[in-house]
């Protein structure tokens, strides 16, 4: 088994390699010079739009462990914004996921409760990034004829579908396909992972609250990204970064990489190239969004380090 050390230098290495490729292939001056030029009143701007995205999906956290205990929003924001700053200083974006079972903990949740609802948490934020993925599917295709484009994002919204539905339909498919005696040595927290996607994603009350939050939550983070594309003179639409930021978002998460470093960039600079934009500026944005993610995470540290006392 790799050691945890040895793992975190790997992907920081990553993260280091796809940054250094991508600086080489624009003009480093050219992108200097755009991060120079950001408006710092813009900038400022879309930190203040993206703290609602941690709002909204504490509130979500709320609704989400609602089926099985009662957790009030104060911890629940306690607990999202540690999260979200563990998941900026760790190897992918799902890093913080696990000081949120920790923490849901000190809540009296007991260990295999809390799992079930920052997995199903988790689920409602993924699931809401393939459906906009495939909202936007017929635009993308527009913009670019290319065949190996378009079946790769076809692709990739049958994968996040099936991942779900085989997650809410575990115990029944392990039923169907697995002989009896595989069936006994599966865990039990399997079964009830299942059963409890089911309730959280198919019951109309849990379904509206956890995917109506996450759009929300979604449309705040878009928000924070054309503010960022305004403050570097960039006219990119609205509508145009909420089709692609859900890929970059969605590299993002892949955990071979520190917090998403490389993975978001590789991606985005591509997708905006589709809009006809420069590799220097796309990178420069691409960048932006990360420093004000990481920016609006730091507090969780603060909250983290309160709680320690």
Same mark, same amino acid.
């Given at each position: ?16 390699? #796809? ?15 755009? !991060?120079?030029?950001? =408006? ?5 701007? +879309?930190? &203040? +739009?993206? !703290?609602?995205?941690?709002? #909204?999906? $504490? ?18 924001? %306690? ?15 799902? *890093? ?11 809540? =009296?949740?007991?260990?295999?409760? *809390?799992?079930?609802?920052?997995? %199903? ?24 004829? =290319? ?25 029944? /498919? ?42 929300? $939550?979604?449309? $705040? ?5 054309? #503010? /960022?594309?305004?403050?570097? @003179? !960039? =006219?990119? @639409?609205?509508? $145009?970064? /909420?089709?692609?930021?859900? #890929? ?10 520190? %917090? ?7 991606? &985005? ?5 589709? &809009? ?25 540290? %603060?909250?983290?380090?309160? &709680?320690?006392?």
């Amino acid at each position: 088994m790799m050691r945890p050390w040895l793992a975190f230098l790997l992907k920081a290495a990553v993260s280091i390699a #796809l940054l250094a490729v991508l600086v080489q292939r624009v003009d480093g001056a050219a992108l200097l010079a755009r !991060l120079r030029q950001a =408006d710092s009143l813009l900038l400022l701007a +879309a930190l &203040l +739009a993206y !703290l609602p995205a941690i709002l #909204l999906q $504490a509130w979500r956290l709320c609704g989400v462990a609602r089926p099985l205990v009662r957790l009030r929003y104060g911890p629940a924001l %306690a607990i999202t914004w540690i999260g979200h700053a563990f998941g900026q200083l760790l190897p992918s974006q799902i *890093g913080g996921d696990p000081f949120r079972v920790w923490y849901l903990g000190k809540q =009296d949740i007991r260990l295999r409760q *809390g799992f079930l609802i920052v997995l %199903a948490d988790r689920v409602f934020g993924f699931i809401a990034l393939f459906l906009l993925l495939a909202v936007g599917l017929p635009w993308l295709f527009g913009l670019s004829g =290319d065949a190996l484009l378009r079946g790769f994002a076809i692709a990739l919204v049958l994968a996040g579908l099936a991942a779900w539905l085989g997650a809410v339909w575990f115990d029944r /498919l392990a039923m169907l396909l697995l002989p009896a005696a595989w069936q006994r040595r599966l865990p039990a927290l399997l079964g009830e992972m299942a059963v409890f996607l089911r309730q959280a994603t198919f019951r109309p009350g849990p379904a509206l609250n956890g995917f109506g939050l996450s759009l929300l $939550a979604y449309l $705040a983070q878009t928000l924070m990204a054309w #503010l /960022l594309a305004r403050g570097l @003179g !960039l =006219d990119i @639409g609205f509508l $145009a970064l /909420l089709i692609l930021m859900p #890929l970059a978002n969605i590299a993002a998460f892949l955990p071979v990489s520190i %917090a998403g470093w490389g993975l978001r960039e590789a991606v &985005l600079v591509p997708a905006l190239a589709l &809009l006809g934009l420069p590799g220097e500026s796309a990178l420069a944005l691409s960048i932006l969004i990360g420093l004000v993610q990481l920016a609006a995470a730091l507090p969780g540290l %603060a909250v983290w380090l309160a &709680l320690r006392r």
